[in-house]
């Protein structure tokens, strides 16, 4: 009912920036929460930001002070915007959402997008 459809990845130096967007399509009337994961080989999935329809933001703190997370107003497009990259960074990136009314939501994914940080 939901697909998800990250975008934005690639190849950056350490120290750059980079801007992930996540375009969310289908059934989306009762979205309510959007949050981006990263992975890494050989390492556990691990939640980096999330927002909610009513614009509440959290961030890890792993990478609080240099990723900021942002929607726009219809709720179908989260952004996460990357600076000051580090390597440990590295990863996929995947997109989540929530749909639905608590405290029955149904979580989809993104087919998420790879971030490699190196020189």
């Known amino acids: 009912q939901v697909q998800l459809v990250e975008s934005g990845g690639g190849l950056v130096q350490p120290g750059g920036s980079l801007r992930l967007s996540c375009a969310a399509s289908?059934?989306?009337?009762?979205?309510?929460?959007m949050a981006w994961y990263r992975q890494a080989p050989g390492k556990e999935r691990e939640l980096v930001a999330s927002i909610t329809r009513s614009d509440n933001r959290r961030i890890a703190d792993s990478v609080k002070g240099r990723f900021s997370i942002s929607r726009n107003d219809a709720m179908n497009t989260a952004y996460l915007q990357m600076s000051t990259l580090i390597p440990e960074d590295t990863g996929v990136y995947y997109c989540?959402?929530?749909?639905?009314?608590?405290?029955?939501?149904?979580?989809?994914w993104g087919q998420g997008t790879q971030v490699t940080v190196s020189s």
């Open positions: 289908g059934s989306i009337s009762t979205l309510v929460f």
């Open positions: 989540n959402a929530k749909v639905g009314a608590y405290p029955d939501y149904v979580d989809y």
